[in-house]
């Protein structure tokens, strides 16, 4: 699993590619709360590289979500691949 940050004046926006399983969630766990949790931000996760989403990977992008929305800030999930989108899609 990989992250990369860009902040600009307005917006800060993570990327992350790979597999959000328990390998790869580990990986970023700890430098995701931190860019996520710490200030109130406009964020954006962009996940159009992430093939896959486990539980406890929804758990670690959902904790960064409260986070940011108990600041009053602003979250967005930004282009999810089809199966990521699945990951968190209640069923029909």
Request: overall charge positive; some cysteine; hydrophobic content about 45%.
């Amino acid at each position: 699993m990989n992250m990369t940050v860009e902040q600009d004046d307005k917006l800060t926006r993570i990327s992350l590619a790979g597999r959000m399983d328990l390998e790869g969630t580990r990986a970023i766990d700890q430098q995701f709360a931190f860019a996520t949790s710490t200030q109130p931000l406009k964020l954006a996760v962009d996940l159009s590289n992430v093939s896959f989403v486990a539980s406890i990977g929804l758990r670690t992008l959902l904790t960064a979500a409260r986070a940011q929305a108990g600041r009053a800030a602003g979250w967005s999930w930004s282009r999810p691949t089809k199966w990521c989108a699945r990951s968190w899609k209640p069923p029909a």
